[in-house]
T-cell receptor
């Protein structure tokens, strides 16, 4: 049971480049989330999904897009990378939106130069 | 004013010490309170969960919620070097309870020295 798997672990982008951060979970969880973590700033919610085909904005959605075509996968797309998107990105999931336990992936460290 | 405030530390204590970690918040609608532990270069993992006011104990860890003061605490007894990590408080309201959206504090970095 792998849990929540994120790829890649590290990536360096040039300003204006695009990329997709991958997130997959094998726990049959309905709810999935993308957070970013900046030093000293805690985690901020970018986008979330309560099921396949359903997504919604979180606190800091600008510059990102998501899709949820399957229960297992929840990719995060950066279309025009900017230095302000340098951060560590975490994907998380939970079975039914219960606040008791989010399962987090190990993160993707992204630098935009 | 941030919705959730947490002293980022760092906090350094000797092995065996009692550690107190705290968060204050401004949104009186928060009902669910959590503590996550995050080791270096890892994702956060849930440590403690409390609904509304009161205490909850799990081994060496005790979580307290004082809604009247909008203040939550995590106590670690007999701290161990393996407790060295960043501790994040998180909370949510009934309105967001069915979406799992959490508001996190900034995290407190703890180092327990042998």
């Amino acid at each position: 049971n792998a849990g929540v798997t994120q790829t890649p672990k590290f990536r360096i982008l040039k300003i204006g480049q695009s990329m997709t951060l991958q997130c997959a979970q094998d726990m049959n969880h309905n709810y999935m989330y993308w957070y970013r973590q900046d030093p000293g700033m805690g985690l901020k919610l970018i986008y979330y999904s309560v099921g396949a085909g359903i997504t919604d904005k979180g606190e800091v959605p600008n510059g990102y897009n998501v899709s949820r075509s399957t229960t297992e996968d929840f990719p995060l797309r950066l279309e025009l990378a900017a230095p302000s998107q340098t951060s560590v990105y975490f994907c998380a999931s939970t079975k039914d939106g219960s606040d008791e336990k989010l399962f987090f992936g190990s993160g993707t460290q992204l630098s935009v130069l | 004013q941030k919705e959730v405030e947490q002293d980022p530390g760092p906090l350094s204590v000797p092995e065996g010490a009692i550690v107190s970690l705290n968060c204050t918040y401004s949104n009186s609608a928060f009902q669910y309170f959590m503590w996550y532990r995050q080791y270096s270069r890892k994702g956060p993992e849930l440590l403690m969960y409390t609904y509304s006011s009161g205490n909850k104990e799990d081994g060496r860890f005790t979580a307290q919620v004082d809604k009247s003061s909008k203040y939550i605490s995590l106590f670690i007894r007999d701290s161990q070097p393996s407790d060295s990590a960043t501790y994040l408080c998180a909370m949510s309201s009934l309105d967001s309870g069915n979406t799992g959206k959490l508001i996190f504090g900034q995290g407190t970095t703890l180092q327990v020295k042998p």
